[in-house]
């Protein structure tokens, strides 16, 4: 009968990948175990389609006017006291019946922060002295108090951040929320490749894995039993949202009623372009269908266009806070998204066995690509200053720094 390594050697002979066990002879048993353990989640036809993708496509640009058009935005201060009052009770109405449920998108280390350790423990500095989960935590906490119920709150982790993003909100007690109503689980990876097709080692041990991106939220969703679990407490909308901006307003009750108000499938926020050339990606439409263009994505002649009014036809910047129906999350779970090629410098082990930097495909599926299955999105624009302070930079633009000036002038500590 065949054994494991010789199933396994068969396998990546197939795929012209045997040189992932270069290294099996320097091994011990366990770690040879290890090794062979981690080939069982690789879907190697599926990496072979997606390397051939990256091979015949390129990198992916837009090239001209007819791929995207600019796409209608509502603007919350446009609405009325009278309308915003009646998004408001209509949120309010159906967070008080706990049909909201929160998803944080979390995966990411705090490595470009100088933290070690999940980008949601790290402390965003004085006055205020909390981390990003923290804040996060302390706002779902005083609308599950407002609304006597409390806010089922699932927090995506990666592979490198799951147990030590547990372990964190354990020795913090989970600040006071509710144990049984956070629901850890984990997003997707795909190895990375090099530009000959090669699957990379980490370690001698270890394939190179690289997170899937935020779409892989959905079917990470289902896979995990997540959504089952929203689907058994009665929830009927999904709020999504990143780890960065230490400004989001968790489960929004206005943006609630006002994407159930204007009847959609889906909605986002988003906040005005500081200029044409912040490094954002915008909403807009492409291939007559909703969907978010990256800066380095966009034609250099759309960037600077604008209305009749100055307003940029392209300045509606993606800040990662979506709202889904439940029935669209079970569909877009079972469909899928598609993969897009990224291109990354890995540090890992070469021929040799010695550790080399090398540049590399990774593949994402984004969050934004699910629009293009929906029928009815809603975008609103909402005040850049007062819902948005990313934290992305160590010094500088996006930094701590200038997130706790905003949270400090909106007096949110």
């Known amino acids: ?113 100088g933290h070690k350790g999940p980008k949601g423990t790290f402390n965003i500095g004085y006055p205020i002295n909390k981390t990003l989960f923290q804040l996060q935590n302390e706002r779902l906490k005083s609308l599950s108090e407002k609304y006597k119920r409390w806010i089922p709150w699932y927090i995506m982790t990666s592979g490198e951040a799951h147990e030590d993003t547990i372990k964190y909100f354990e020795c913090n007690n989970y600040f006071g929320y509710e144990k049984r109503e956070v629901f850890f689980f984990q997003q997707g990876a795909l190895p990375m490749l090099s530009f000959d097709g090669k699957i990379l080692l980490k370690e001698k041990n270890e394939i190179y894995f690289g997170p899937d991106g935020n779409g892989s939220v959905f079917h990470s969703l289902k896979r995990s039993g997540a959504l089952e679990d929203m689907t058994n407490k009665g929830i009927e909308w999904v709020f999504f949202t990143g780890i960065d901006n230490a400004l989001v307003k968790m489960a929004d009750p206005i943006f609630v009623g006002y994407a159930i108000n204007s009847d959609v499938n889906a909605a986002s926020k988003s906040v005005p372009k500081k200029h044409p050339e912040e490094r954002a990606g915008v909403f807009c439409l492409k291939e007559s269908k909703p969907s978010i263009v990256e800066y380095s994505e966009i034609p250099e002649e759309l960037i600077r266009m604008s209305n009749a009014n100055g307003q940029l036809l392209f300045g509606d910047v993606n800040i990662l806070v979506h709202l889904f129906r439940i029935s669209e999350l079970h569909k877009i779970a079972e469909e899928g998204l598609p993969y897009h090629t990224v291109v990354k410098n890995a540090a890992c082990i070469d021929r040799n066995g010695k550790k080399v930097e090398v540049s590399s495909y990774k593949y994402e599926s984004f969050i934004f690509d699910a629009f293009k299955v929906l029928d009815r999105v809603a975008i609103l624009q909402v005040v850049r200053e007062m819902e948005f302070a990313p934290i992305k930079n160590k010094v500088g633009e996006d930094s701590p720094e200038t997130a706790v000036r905003q949270l400090i002038q909106l007096e949110r500590i």
Do not use: W
Not at 50 to 61: D, H, M, P
Not at 95 to 110: D, F
């Open 1 to 113: 009968m065949e054994n494991k390594l010789d199933k396994v050697k068969r396998i990546l002979a197939q795929y012209k990948q045997l040189h992932l066990l270069d290294f099996v002879g320097a091994l011990t048993i366990e770690e040879i175990e290890n090794l062979l353990n981690q080939f069982e989640s690789i879907d190697f036809e599926k990496m072979r389609s997606l390397y051939q993708g990256s091979v015949s496509n390129g990198k992916e640009k837009l090239s001209n006017h007819r791929d995207i058009s600019p796409i209608h935005c509502d603007v919350l201060n446009n609405y009325n006291e009278l309308k915003q009052k009646k998004f408001l009770e209509i949120g309010e109405s159906v967070l008080g019946m706990g049909k909201i449920a929160v998803v944080t998108m979390a995966g990411g280390q705090g490595t470009r922060l």
